[in-house]
Nanobody, 120 residues
Framework: QVQLVESGGGLVQPGGSLRLSCAAS????????MGWYRQAPGKQRELVAS????????YSLDSVKGRFTISRDNARNTVYLQMNRLEPEDTALYYC?????????????WGQGTQVTVSS
């Protein structure tokens, strides 16, 4: 069982930066895919970025490419989302996700979320 705790959210002006952190209670070395999702009021939750176990492959939502960077530190059991040039449209509750699977089973873990508000 892995527990995820997000931090780093807050209120920032357009054009500003934030760095979100997701600390796992256990080792994330075996976690196949770590990701950040977000959900804005009245909208569906969407995948913002994800990263594979060794960090060799990442995915980013088109609207955040070039602005957001996902990284993971397996030694610290932590995943980060560096968000630059933030826009009001990035305002949402951001969730950390861990997807662990093998041939016969799969575990998916979620954090409680951290609020990001981009406003002047």
């Amino acid at each position: 069982q892995v527990q995820l705790v997000e931090s780093g959210g807050g209120l920032v002006q357009p054009g500003g930066s934030l760095r979100l952190s997701c600390a796992a209670s256990g080792s994330i070395v075996s976690i196949n895919l770590m990701g950040w999702y977000r959900q804005a009021p009245g909208k569906q939750r969407e995948l913002v970025a994800s990263i594979t176990r060794g960090g060799s492959s990442t995915y980013s939502l088109d609207s955040v490419k070039g602005r957001f960077t996902i990284s993971r530190d397996n030694a610290r059991n932590t995943v980060y989302l560096q968000m630059n040039r933030l826009e009001p449209e990035d305002t949402a509750l951001y969730y950390c996700n861990a997807d662990e699977y093998r041939r016969d089973w799969r575990n998916v873990y979620w954090g409680q979320g951290t609020q990001v508000t981009v406003s002047s």
